[in-house]
């Protein structure tokens, strides 16, 4: 190896017919040359060792960190197939666009679900519950202006009839049957029970508009076949639209059912609502004089026999009526024999009760009166069929002594021999006095029989009933059993 001297200058180097100029160049600073023999193979071999471990060991790194990286992307990969599925929703698993599993195994549950990464494997999941509204279809356009419903009722007129347009453009109404109009607006919730049905059919995306469409669809068809009375009163229209709409789902075997269904509102057409309110109102009024009618009528009746005791009766009486309308005297009597038997029963209240106290009560006055005055007759039966004379006068000194022996009577004795007398007498004081006690006693008395007297009594042959039911009046109550003659 020689070193060289840089020169200071350098000459340009000059092509001609038009060659390009070379660069100028700095002069070589030093040459190496290697001479033969000058050093053996094995120290150049040496030499060339430490670089040669270094780019191995540089390689090596290098290779190691490519590894590292392959295998955490393979991992990443791997992992990236878990899914977290939320409480409120449930899905499937598809492998290759396949769905995984039969039945009921396909649908998944919530929580942790490993599977397959994408694009190889995939994990569809949908809401279990949706609520959606139909606010517009069959509702009433009332453009920018934010108007309640009185308030557009209140503006309403017949002079602006309803337009037909799109949904937000026109008005929506419902047609009835008989060619009346209504609106309504409704929500529906729908829960998804059966994901692998709905996302063979459906997209999760699609799901609130087939369950407007059916609700849409339910509604039209049920509103055809009722009249304005029946679609906006009570339950019927709603039970007939959720019952249409979930047959519409199972015949398209979506999978989603219909948990409930709310019309918000359903009301004639705005122009003529105030009348409907009115025809309305008095129906409300109609029905709660009915209730008020029927309460009382239940108060009066309970009054009358007892709460407990009122079916039986009105059966019975019912049954009465049937044997009667039947002419059928056997019936009759039995039925009311049975009557007869239900009034004496303990739970018979209110005025029955009383009544039959009352009927207790003077039966056994009679009993007491009339009863003792028969066996008493019958006593003296023998005695008057063997000497009649004898036992009148008997009884009629007996009489004589009893009023005489009163403690009310004053007894004066005349002398005898006068042509006339008069007498101007002032009573005893204890005379006066037992007088006076005797008549409070008997006004006391008529008060507590109600004003029934209980020695005037009269025998009609007629109205004598023994183990049967006596004075009654017919079904017609044109006359009756004890009621042919004017004297009974």
């Given amino acids: 190896m020689s070193e060289q001297t840089p020169s200071d ?66 991992v990443v990969f791997i992992f990236s197939g878990f899914q977290t599925v939320r409480e409120n929703r449930t899905g499937i698993r598809t492998l290759f666009g396949a769905i ?23 994990i569809i999941t949908v809401p279990l519950k949706r609520t959606v509204s139909v606010e517009q279809s069959f509702w009433p356009n009332f453009g920018a202006r934010s108007l309640t419903l009185e308030e557009a009722t209140a503006s309403a007129a017949t002079s602006r009839p309803l337009l037909p347009g799109p949904v937000g453009k026109g008005d929506g109404t419902l047609i009835l049957e008989g060619g009346d109009l209504a609106h309504c607006r409704m929500t529906g919730e ?59 789902l199972n015949e398209l075997e979506s999978g989603i059912r219909l948990v409930s269904i709310s019309v918000t509102d359903r009301v004639p057409p705005l122009a003529v609502r105030r009348n409907v309110q009115n025809v309305q109102g008095a129906r409300e009024r109609a029905k709660i004089a009915v209730e008020v009618a029927r309460r009382e009528s239940t108060t009066i009746l309970d009054d009358a026999a007892g709460a407990s005791a009122l079916a039986d009766l009105i059966a019975l009486i019912g049954d009465y009526e049937s044997a009667l309308s039947g002419k059928d005297e056997v019936e009759a009597e039995s039925v009311l024999a049975r009557i007869g038997a239900r009034f004496e029963a303990a739970d018979i209240g209110g005025q029955a009760a009383k009544t039959m106290t009352e009927a207790r009560a003077f039966q056994s006055m009679i009993e007491a009166g009339i009863g003792n005055d028969a066996r008493r007759l019958a006593s003296l039966v023998p005695a008057y069929q063997e000497n009649p004379q004898q036992l009148v006068r008997q009884l009629w000194l007996d009489a004589y002594r009893d009023v005489l022996g009163g403690p009310e009577v004053e007894v004066i004795s005349a002398p005898p021999g006068l ?45 004598i009933s023994i183990g049967q039911a006596g004075r009654r009046l017919n079904k017609d109550a044109t006359g009756g059993f004890g009621r042919e003659g004017a004297g009974e």
């Avoid at 396909?106 to 490993?114: E, V």
């Avoid at 339910?218 to 639209?241: Q, S």
């Fill in 100 to 122: 995984q599993g039969e039945g009921s195994d396909a649908q998944i549950s919530a929580g942790l679900q490993p599977f397959w990464p994408y694009p190889v494997g995939e």
């Fill in 9 to 74: 200058s350098f000459e340009p180097v000059h092509e001609e017919d038009g060659a390009i100029d070379e660069a100028p160049r700095r002069e070589k600073s030093a040459e190496f040359t290697v001479v033969a023999g000058a050093a053996s193979e094995a120290d150049l071999r040496d030499a060339m060792d430490p670089a040669n471990q270094s780019l191995t060991e540089a390689l090596r790194l290098s290779y190691r960190v490519l590894q590292f990286a392959i295998l955490a992307l393979a």
């Fill in 419 to 463: 042509r006339g007398l008069a007498l101007r007498m002032k009573s005893s004081m204890d005379i006066t006095t037992r007088r006076r006690d005797a008549s409070t006693n008997r006004r006391r008395q008529e008060s507590m029989m109600g004003g029934i007297d209980g020695n005037a009594w009269q025998l009609g042959s007629r109205q």
């Fill in 190 to 248: 729908y829960s998804i029970d059966d994901a692998v049905s709905f996302l063979v059919r459906f997209t999760p995306e699609q799901g609130d508009e087939v369950v407007k469409l059916v609700l849409e669809q339910a509604a039209i068809h049920t509103a055809a076949a009722m009249t304005l009375a029946r679609f906006i009163e009570g339950d019927e229209a709603i039970l007939e639209i959720r019952r249409r709409a979930q047959d519409s």
